[in-house]
C-alpha cells in the first residue's frame, strides 16, 4: 500500500507544475524584441510596463536610456539641438534591438525618423500606438516634451508629418484612447502571443 504524500512533496510537485506552466507560457512569446511606436504621450511607456509584467520579460524605454546617459531630453534638445539628440537616439535604440531575447522596447515618438531605425524594426513584431491631440493634451506634461512645451497643438502636425512613417514599420495598430489600460494590455498581450505562433507579417488595425 503506498505511502500518503505529505505536504512538503506536493508543494514541490505543484512548484514544478507552475514552472512548467510559466515556460510554456513564455514559449509563445517571440524570442526578440517587441516594439512599441507611436506618437508623443501616446502611451507606450505606460502600457510597456504592464505587458511586460503581464508577459514576463524585460521592459526598455529607450528615451529612458538617454536620459540615464545624457540628461534631461528637453535640456539636451536646448543645449545640443534636435539633430544631435536623433543621432545618439538612433543609436541607442540600434543597441536596444540588437539584444537577444524576449522584450519589450518602447521608442520615443521621434525615432522613426531614422532610416536605420526603420530599417532595424523589420525584424521585429512592431505595434503602433495611436491616440488623438485632444487626449494627449488632457494627460501630457508639456514640460517634458520640448516639441510641444512652447506649442500644444504642434502635435497634430507633427502627428500627419511622420503618420506615414508609423504605418510604414508597423504591423498593427491600437487606439489608447478607445479602451481602459487593463483591456489594452489584454488586447496587445494576445497579439504578442500570436506573433509566436505564426511566420509573422502585418496585421490590421485594432
Given at each position: 500500500?503506498?505511502?500518503?504524500?505529505?505536504?512538503?512533496?506536493?508543494r514541490?510537485?505543484?512548484g514544478?507544475?507552475?514552472?512548467?506552466r510559466?515556460?510554456?507560457?513564455?514559449?509563445?512569446?517571440?524570442?526578440?524584441?517587441?516594439?512599441?511606436?507611436?506618437?508623443?504621450?501616446?502611451?507606450?511607456?505606460?502600457?510597456g510596463?504592464?505587458l511586460?509584467?503581464?508577459l514576463?520579460?524585460?521592459?526598455?524605454?529607450?528615451?529612458?536610456?538617454?536620459?540615464?546617459?545624457?540628461?534631461?531630453?528637453?535640456?539636451?534638445?536646448?543645449?545640443?539641438g534636435?539633430?544631435e539628440?536623433?543621432?545618439?537616439?538612433?543609436?541607442?535604440?540600434?543597441?536596444?534591438?540588437?539584444?537577444?531575447?524576449?522584450r519589450?522596447?518602447?521608442?520615443?515618438?521621434?525615432?522613426?525618423?531614422?532610416?536605420?531605425?526603420?530599417?532595424?524594426?523589420?525584424a521585429?513584431?512592431v505595434v503602433?500606438?495611436?491616440t488623438?491631440?485632444?487626449?494627449?493634451?488632457?494627460?501630457?506634461?508639456?514640460?517634458?516634451?520640448?516639441?510641444?512645451?512652447?506649442?500644444?497643438?504642434?502635435w497634430?502636425?507633427?502627428?500627419?508629418?511622420?503618420?506615414?512613417?508609423?504605418?510604414?514599420v508597423?504591423?498593427?495598430?491600437?487606439?489608447?484612447?478607445?479602451?481602459t489600460?487593463?483591456?489594452?494590455?489584454r488586447?496587445?498581450?494576445?497579439?504578442?502571443r500570436?506573433?509566436?505562433?505564426?511566420?509573422?507579417g502585418?496585421?490590421?488595425?485594432?
Amino acid at each position: 500500500m503506498p505511502l500518503p504524500r505529505n505536504r512538503s512533496e506536493e508543494r514541490i510537485e505543484g512548484g514544478g507544475a507552475s514552472h512548467r506552466r510559466r515556460r510554456r507560457r513564455r514559449r509563445r512569446i517571440p524570442e526578440t524584441a517587441v516594439v512599441l511606436v507611436g506618437p508623443m504621450a501616446a502611451g507606450k511607456t505606460s502600457l510597456g510596463r504592464r505587458l511586460a509584467k503581464d508577459l514576463g520579460i524585460p521592459f526598455v524605454d529607450t528615451d529612458a536610456v538617454f536620459v540615464r546617459d545624457h540628461g534631461a531630453i528637453a535640456e539636451f534638445f536646448a543645449a545640443h539641438g534636435e539633430a544631435e539628440f536623433r543621432r545618439i537616439e538612433a543609436e541607442i535604440v540600434a543597441a536596444e534591438l540588437a539584444r537577444p531575447g524576449s522584450r519589450i522596447v518602447a521608442l520615443g515618438g521621434g525615432a522613426v525618423l531614422a532610416a536605420s531605425t526603420r530599417a532595424a524594426l523589420r525584424a521585429h513584431p512592431v505595434v503602433l500606438l495611436m491616440t488623438t491631440q485632444e487626449a494627449v493634451l488632457r494627460t501630457a506634461n508639456l514640460a517634458r516634451r520640448p516639441l510641444l512645451r512652447d506649442d500644444p497643438d504642434a502635435w497634430g502636425r507633427i502627428l500627419e508629418e511622420r503618420r506615414p512613417l508609423y504605418e510604414e514599420v508597423a504591423d498593427v495598430t491600437f487606439r489608447t484612447d478607445r479602451t481602459t489600460k487593463d483591456q489594452l494590455a489584454r488586447r496587445v498581450s494576445g497579439w504578442i502571443r500570436g506573433q509566436a505562433r505564426r511566420s509573422g507579417g502585418p496585421g490590421g488595425a485594432a
